[in-house]
């Protein structure tokens, strides 16, 4: 649903072709919106059939015709709508830490592995977001213009940033966090299951207390659990 009101954004302040559109949320929305071509010319074709845009066809020398798309009164009177009613809280939807609350599975030399590499592709990612404000910062600074999207646009541009700083030092911690506690990993395959019982059938040496990861966790979590 939020796709059709990214659009109608968009379109809120300028006339755009589709690929203009897809070019601001690889750029832009990309911090808190990602979209393929493919999902972005079907919307835009259930937007104008609902009376939302509407388009007109640019000729253009040498090249194919260019489609823009421009809103209508009624597409924003719904965006207006839309941005006056209070968001759902967020339905989270996190492939890798999914993934890591699933690898005690897997060694505890591959846990790690997998932490760094997905590491460095948050930073990769953190230093395209990075680039791209600094071009977009260089623009508005050369054109001496200042508009209340741009301010908002940039709102949005700072969190994007702020989390992908926050991911990559969850990424950090848990890798220490975890080489702390590799033995957890071997005592564990020490371990074997009576498949009839499913009972552990090991004893109690072979299995950590809390007290052993006690000063681990707390560091762990310092500053996040504390009551306020």
């Not at 990309?30 to 071509?37: E, G």
């Amino acid at each position: 649903m939020s796709l059709r009101f990214g659009i109608l954004g968009l379109l809120s302040k300028w006339e755009a072709s589709g690929y203009d559109i897809k070019k601001e949320f690889d750029d832009v929305l990309s911090v808190v919106w990602h979209s393929h071509l493919s999902q972005i010319y079907p919307e835009l074709n259930k937007l104008e059939k609902e009376g939302m845009i509407k388009s007109k066809v640019i000729p253009q020398a040498g090249k194919p015709d260019k489609k823009v798309y421009a809103i209508t009164d009624n597409g924003v009177e719904a965006l207006q709508n839309w941005l006056l009613t209070p968001p759902e809280p967020p339905k989270i939807k996190d492939t890798f830490l999914m993934q890591t609350f699933f690898m005690d599975n897997i060694p505890a030399d591959e846990v790690l592995l997998q932490l760094r590499i997905y590491k460095k592709e948050r930073e990769q990612r953190l230093s395209r977001m990075k680039k791209n404000v600094l071009e977009r910062l260089k623009s508005i600074q050369e054109r001496n213009v200042m508009k209340s999207r741009i301010l908002m646009a940039f709102a949005v541009l700072r969190r994007g940033l702020e989390q992908e700083k926050q991911y990559i030092k969850w990424c950090e911690d848990t890798i220490k966090f975890v080489e702390s506690c590799k033995y957890l990993w071997d005592k564990q395959e020490e371990e074997e299951i009576d498949p009839a019982s499913n009972v552990l059938q090991n004893d109690n040496s072979e299995i950590a207390s809390f007290k052993e990861v006690e000063d681990i966790f707390l560091d762990y979590f310092a500053g996040l659990i504390e009551e306020e």
